[in-house]
Nanobody, 122 residues
Framework: QVQLVESGGGLVQAGGSLRLSCAASGRTFSMGWFRQAPGKEREFVAGVTWSGDITYYADSVKGRFTISKDYAKNTVSLQMNSLKPDDTALYYC??????????????????WGQGTQVTVSS
């Protein structure tokens, strides 16, 4: 069983930055971040392979967000720059038991964190 614990959410003004972190208790392979805004479905944000050498992003965050994985510490981080009010959401860390890349669907992930709130004010 894998447990994921996120940290780093908060309130920031538009144009600011936040860094989210996720610590995994067990062995994981590909990992990712999703987000869910009020009244909307949960959506993919960014993903990284188990080795950390391949990353992929939703078009809405490409160029602004950076996902990284520390293989030794079994943690994944999401650096979010140039934040916009549309980025306001509950952000979830997710872990997959797959070594495949480009995992952008919820069903491709087996474990989920409890979520951390990100609020961007205009």
């Amino acid at each position: 069983q894998v447990q994921l614990v996120e940290s780093g959410g908060g309130l920031v003004q538009a144009g600011g930055s936040l860094r989210l972190s996720c610590a995994a208790s067990g062995r994981t392979f590909s990992m990712g971040w999703f987000r869910q805004a009020p009244g909307k479905e949960r959506e993919f944000v960014a993903g990284v392979t188990w080795s950390g050498d391949i990353t992929y992003y939703a078009d809405s965050v490409k160029g602004r967000f950076t996902i990284s994985k520390d293989y030794a510490k079994n943690t994944v981080s999401l650096q979010m720059n140039s934040l916009k009010p549309d980025d306001t959401a509950l952000y979830y860390c997710a872990a997959s038991l797959s070594t495949r890349t480009s995992l952008t669907r919820e069903y491709e992930y087996s474990y989920w964190g409890q979520g951390t709130q990100v609020t961007v004010s205009s």
